[in-house]
Every structure is written in structure tokens, then in C-alpha cells.
């Protein structure tokens, strides 16, 4: 089924260590989004990318970075992992047409927890 | 883009209709209202949006009032997998705030047998 596929969808690291949090779709959508949720609280939005080829900054982007390798993909990089970036990570995509103006979609999560 | 202001709860029924209401007192013209669901420890998932007529899909109907400050979502025979917390969401058609979503607390509902 067409969606947003994120991987992993569980991950434990240590504090320090990095990692890269994969994220693709195959509804042909220009722009994907990375959000983080914390118990009790709404998505905040770390990054984004309208289109290929470009990357802006979201309400928490500090201890991220980010790639848009291709249309299809959008990673999320933590360089070295601190306990606060324990969250649960979302990778959303939408189709930028004004005039159509869709919905987003999400994908399931990437449990992340740093010890 | 525009504040939204939710109730923190809500109870329904199962079989009754959910109205979840939303102010939205500081929403500019061009901005969209969204709504979106989120069951427990999945993504969120779009519901249904507006501008200023309401709408109607599969899933749920929109009511805009007229001045845009406030909109409901009618969940038409709620289930018990219509337990779940319930975003409103304003957003920018474009400027800075192009193709962000803010998502605010929401409202938990609860649907009862």
C-alpha cells in the first residue's frame, strides 16, 4: 500500500552514539516533514523540506540535521544523542498543491531512547 | 498560523455522534482549518479540512460558523475505535508558515460501550 514507510521503528542508544532515522514515500508528495511527540504533548516540528533539494528549519531543530537525498526520501540525523531527544519520531509527507491542498500523511513512528 | 483552543476531554457514547468542538478566534482568511486523529501510538491520521464551507467525507463532518472563529467535527456513530485524541488545526496557505502543521494539546475522546 502507498505510504510513508519509517525505519527503524524501535532504537536504544547510548549517549554520544549517532544515528540516522530513514524515512521514504511513494506518493510522489514534494514536500516531508520530521516531527517529534513527548508523553502528553502535540507533535513539534524539527525540520522540513518543501521540495527537493531544500531543507528548512522547524520549532526544535537543535541536535538534528537532515538530508532530502532524493523526492522519495527524507532522513533525520542525530549526531551525537542526548537523553532529551528520548521521543517518539514521525516522518509525514504531503503533496504541495495549493489548489488540491491534501492531507498529509504520517508514518508509524521510530521509538527512539537514549540512555 | 492561528491558536486553536480544545477542551482537554471528552465522553461519548458508542453509537451517539461526537461533537468536538474548536476556537479558532485569531484565524486569517487564507488559513485552513484541519483536523486529524491519533490512536494511541500510531501516526496521526487526517481526518477532514476547511476553509469556510462545511464539508463532509467517509470518515466525519466539518461545521465552520461563518465568522471562522470556531468549527466542530461531527463523528456521525462513534465506535470504540473512535477513541482516540483529536487535533484542530490552523494552517497558512503559504508565507513562512507553508505546509507546516502546529499541533496544539488536543482533545482525548473516549468512546464507552
Known amino acids: 500500500n502507498a505510504g510513508v514507510t519509517q525505519t527503524p521503528k524501535f532504537q ?4 554520544g552514539q549517532s544515528m540516522t532515522l530513514q524515512c521514504a514515500q511513494d506518493m510522489n ?25 531544500t531543507t528548512d528549519k522547524g520549532e526544535v531543530p537543535n541536535g538534528y540535521n537532515v538530508s ?23 516522518c509525514a509527507s504531503r503533496d504541495q498543491g495549493i489548489v488540491r491542498n491534501y492531507g498529509y500523511t504520517f508514518g508509524s513512528g521510530t521509538r527512539l531512547t537514549v540512555v | ?17 461526537a461533537n ?4 479558532h478566534s485569531t484565524i486569517s482568511g487564507n488559513e485552513y482549518v484541519y ?35 470556531s468549527s466542530t467535527l461531527i463523528l456521525p456513530h462513534a465506535t470504540l475505535r473512535d477513541t482516540a485524541v483529536y487535533y484542530c488545526i490552523v494552517r497558512g496557505a503559504g508565507g513562512t508558515s507553508y505546509g507546516k502543521l502546529t499541533f496544539g494539546q488536543g482533545t482525548i475522546l473516549t468512546v464507552h460501550p
Open chain 1, 68 to 90: 532530502r537525498l532524493n523526492k522519495r526520501e527524507f532522513s533525520l540525523r542525530l549526531e551525537s544523542a542526548a537523553p532529551s531527544q528520548t521521543s517518539v519520531y514521525f
Open chain 2, 35 to 69: 483536523w486529524y486523529r491519533q490512536i494511541h501510538s500510531q501516526g496521526p491520521q487526517y481526518i477532514i479540512h476547511g476553509l469556510k464551507n462545511n464539508e463532509t467525507n467517509e470518515m466525519a463532518s466539518l461545521i465552520i460558523t461563518e465568522d471562522r472563529k
Open chain 1, 12 to 15: 536504544v542508544l547510548k549517549t
Open chain 2, 1 to 17: 498560523d492561528a491558536k486553536t483552543t480544545q477542551p482537554t476531554s471528552m465522553d461519548c457514547a458508542e453509537g451517539r455522534a
Open chain 1, 29 to 53: 508528495h514534494n514536500s516531508m516533514y520530521w516531527y517529534r511527540q513527548d508523553p502528553g504533548m502535540g507533535l513539534r516540528l524539527i525540520y522540513y523540506s518543501a521540495s527537493e533539494g
Open chain 2, 20 to 23: 468536538l468542538p474548536c476556537n
